[in-house]
């Protein structure tokens, strides 16, 4: 009998030093607080306002441009609706033009909804801080596409930016 109630005693012991192991596991530590400085990335194209659900910033080391930065919406990479992409000599801080010809050094172009890519022609690009891993600025141009030739415009503000 005694040590049916030791055994007993010491896996009461055993489950409740698991429980409140399993408890304290479980429990999350971190704060609800949003961080100090989100980054956002926005647009507007064809009278219509778009917020990236990804965006970075990252060196291709390709090219006459590689420095690239993207900004999609959508839930996956493969599963983006808009994309946008730009294309740069560098990520100083400074304005970068688009233009033609094709093949110039800095270029960009969208990815709309119906799948349809449409080429950036002219517009700028403006880079006002680019520090701590983090880049913000703004951008204006034109985009040529089957609707014709568009503006597209937008900011972006501590947007990532990759090694």
Partial sequence: MRKKVIGLAARLAAMTIFAILFIS??????DDTPPANPN????TFQGNNYTA?????????LGLAPFVIY???????????RRLFFYLSSFNPGTYTFGL???ASNTFSYLDDAGINWSGINGSFIIT????????GSFS???SGPGGNLPVSG???NMPVKP
Avoid at 25 to 30: L, V
Avoid at 40 to 43: A, D, G, N, P, R
Avoid at 53 to 61: N, V
Avoid at 71 to 78: E, P, Q, V
């Fill in 71 to 81: 900004a999609g919406t959508g839930s996956s990479y493969l599963l983006y609706v």
């Fill in 129 to 136: 801080t680019n520090s701590g891993g983090r880049m913000s």
């Fill in 40 to 43: 956002s990335f926005t647009w």
């Fill in 141 to 143: 141009g034109e985009l």
């Fill in 101 to 103: 010809p094709p093949g």
């Fill in 155 to 157: 900011s972006f503000s």
């Fill in 53 to 61: 659900t990804q965006d970075t910033a990252f060196t291709s080391g």
């Fill in 25 to 30: 596991c479980g429990k999350n530590n971190d």
